[in-house]
């Protein structure tokens, strides 16, 4: 223990009683700062012991000579997931009252040694052994390849912050089959109860973290709840804290035996409770299909694994089917996981899969449709990222139906194919947190994207994700990171990090734990160059652009809702109509039909000129492979707005330069089926 030399005072008689509580206080209390009312980065009173931070320098503020913030972005954390799962599955905590020995030490059943550290050896292979003890030794962990201990604590995350972070997506995290079936637990496995808990201890870091400044609203990390805000709290040099959700099981839409558990109602009592708790992105299926959508599948054991917690929680196995384009979800292998097998009912066994079949057919389902456009409805955004490719096409179908830019990948679970798209509907992208090499080349793959469409790049780190994070390259490497390096912006400089009696180097231990973000990035740096970085560090602006368009945007009038239609024919059945106003009624229940053959069109008469940019169609299955979009300002004369013949049936949105028209028709020329052409609603849009 270092105790700070005081001035001299005359002394006064205490009581042992005292002496040990001034003792403690010294020990365990707040001690004042050395640079208090000068640096205001630095806490006017900060815990001791605690963790070093290893930055000197003053955090940039303000904006660019463009007015653009500036800083990284990690579209992925979770700083609360030793809450999820039971509470037992990842050990230490973010922070503490008591301070960081009880913030940093092992779950109760790792010790004496680890040997029933169940988790640890399910995932790190070997027999699970450690040393538990956290502070101040950290013998063997946090580590980049231990997956359950902490690696959030909170001033590792004042360490990335101040290496030239400034926005963090904390995603609530937790998964009831999971926390069910693990034997350590000391709270439900109820999802939502687990997302409630973590966004409140969230909250709860806030304050914890503005008491060091002397007080509510003065600390760098700031929970923030709309783009405006952010971009305050970024322009005053701190952290932008958003929170988002990652679970299986939302809102308790689960389902069994492809019977969902829930309802629409259900679906809007949910989003209405998280975005009071602040939540403003999530995903909607992880890991699990649900009732809401399909999930992109894990690779190899741990598939096979995931699998068998599929079967568990739904009564059914993951189903595949043939990719109908070039995306496709991850092929499950056929990697045995003897452990988790264990767990199936006798008689029951994991499906075989066909190579040639990688695409999950549960894509995005009616309840999921609804939930999509809620989200939109309050202005949150999606994430894909474990989204089938078959849902995440729906949902990107029905996004550019309504020219609505709120989707995010966070964590490189899309596939690439769909970058164009996402980054067309204003979209925000953030790669795994994968080794300097590993993710200098997938940047590299997408960069000439990113110049086009004129956007940064992110990160998602996932720590206490349970997912793995980069291991050393060695210190013997060619370009390894050099210590002290100076942070992107130049303004501050940055030593190794130590906490308790542990110092940590990038290059022999790799990312261990969150602190060691400004050292990974001085690393990509190293080996992917300078322009890796700069791309990163746009990357606050250009997530704030998306979500500030999220939150500004405003569902387009449909011109041809109600407006008089006509068809070339249309199908006769005696029972339902199949007349062109069913096409323009709003309904999506009803449908026109043609007869079945090709070269057919179906004509909406505006009612007078309007400038028209955007034509959706929403097929029935009987669809158009090859047709155009024709407008006409007479209804005699015509010309090609928009043509494709490659077309797939689902939601199409046609956009081009605004025309003027007074009637739009579209033409089909090639059936995609033996049926005619079937539409279930048209919509024309000025915008």
């Not at 913030?69 to 579209?75: N, P, Y």
């Not at 068998?308 to 739904?314: A, P």
């Amino acid at each position: 223990m270092t105790m700070t030399q005081q001035p001299h005072h005359r002394r006064r008689p205490v009581t042992v009683l005292s002496l040990l509580l001034l003792v403690m206080a010294v020990t365990l209390g707040p001690t004042p700062s050395s640079a208090a009312g000068t640096d205001w980065w630095n806490p006017v009173a900060r815990p001791a012991p605690d963790s070093q931070i290893g930055v000197t320098g003053e955090p940039f503020k303000g904006t660019n000579s463009q007015g653009e913030v500036r800083g990284f972005v990690d579209a992925h954390n979770h700083i609360m997931a030793n809450e999820a799962f039971g509470g037992r599955l990842i050990c230490g905590k973010p922070f503490s009252e008591a301070g960081v020995a009880d913030a940093l030490k092992d779950c109760p059943e790792h010790y004496p040694d680890g040997s029933l550290a169940i988790f640890d050896f399910i995932t790190n292979g070997g027999d699970g052994k450690h040393d538990p003890d956290g502070w101040p030794t950290f013998k063997d962990w946090p580590a980049y390849d231990s997956l359950t201990h902490q690696q959030n604590y909170y001033a590792w995350v004042e360490r990335a912050w101040r290496g030239g972070q400034r926005v963090l997506v904390n995603d609530l995290v937790t998964n009831g089959v999971i926390c069910s079936v693990y034997p350590f637990k000391d709270r439900s496995c109820d999802e939502m109860t687990s997302i409630r808990l973590q966004a409140k201890l969230t909250y709860d870091m806030q304050d914890y973290i503005d008491k060091m400044y002397g007080g509510t609203g003065k600390g760098w990390f700031r929970i923030v709840t709309d783009s405006a805000q952010a971009r305050d709290v970024i322009e005053q040099g701190k952290l932008a804290v958003i929170l988002g959700v990652e679970t299986s099981e939302p809102f308790g839409c689960k389902q069994i035996l492809d019977i969902a558990q829930c309802d629409k109602d259900d679906i809007d009592a949910g989003l209405d409770e998280l975005y009071d708790l602040g939540v403003r992105s999530m995903f909607l299926c992880h890991k699990f299909d649900n009732a809401l959508c399909g999930v992109r599948f894990d690779e190899g054991g741990l598939g096979t694994a995931i699998n068998v917690g599929q079967f568990l929680s739904t009564g059914t196995f993951w189903q595949t089917e043939k990719c109908t384009g070039p995306q496709h979800d991850n092929p499950i292998g056929g990697a045995a996981a003897p452990g988790a097998e264990e767990e199936l009912p006798a008689g029951v066994e994991v499906p075989s899969y066909d190579d040639d079949a990688q695409c999950n057919k549960r894509g995005l389902t009616e309840l999921g449709e609804y939930a999509v456009r809620g989200m939109m409805q309050r202005k949150m955004m999606l994430e894909v990222d474990h989204m089938s490719v078959k849902a995440t096409g729906r949902v990107l179908d029905i996004f550019e139906s309504e020219s609505y830019p709120g989707v995010l990948s966070s964590h490189s679970w899309m596939d690439l194919n769909w970058t164009e798209r996402v980054y067309g509907l204003g979209g925000f992208i953030a790669q795994y947190m994968h080794g300097s090499e590993g993710f200098s080349a997938e940047a590299d793959r997408t960069k000439a994207l990113r110049e086009k469409y004129d956007v940064g790049y992110g990160y998602g780190t996932d720590m206490n994700g349970v997912g793995g994070w980069p291991a050393p390259r060695g210190a013997n490497a060619s370009n390894p990171v050099t210590y002290p390096f100076r942070s992107t912006d130049g303004g501050s400089v940055i030593d190794k990090q130590t906490t308790g009696s542990r110092t940590w180097d990038l290059n022999t231990d790799g990312a261990s734990h969150y602190g060691l973000v400004p050292d990974w990035i001085e690393d990509i740096r190293q080996v992917g160059g300078q322009d890796v970085v700069d791309d990163l560090f746009r990357g606050a602006e250009s997530y704030l652009d998306t979500w500030g368009s999220s939150e500004g945007h405003r569902a387009g009038v449909n011109l041809a809702k109600g407006a008089s239609a006509s068809a070339s024919s249309s199908e006769s059945n005696p029972f339902t109509s199949y007349a062109p106003g069913r096409a323009v009624d709003g309904n999506t229940d009803t449908r026109w039909a043609s007869d079945w053959s090709d070269d057919q069109w179906f004509r909406i008469d505006l009612g007078s000129t309007s400038t028209v940019k955007r034509v959706t169609l929403e097929w029935e299955r009987a669809y158009g492979k090859s047709y155009r979009v024709e407008t006409s300002t007479d209804g005699t004369t015509w010309q090609s707005a928009w043509s494709t013949t490659a077309g797939d049936g689902g939601l199409d949105t046609a956009r081009f330069a605004g025309v003027p028209a007074r009637y739009v028709r579209i033409h089909g020329l090639d059936r995609g089926t033996d049926w005619g052409y079937s539409l279930y609603e048209v919509g024309v849009y000025s915008s």
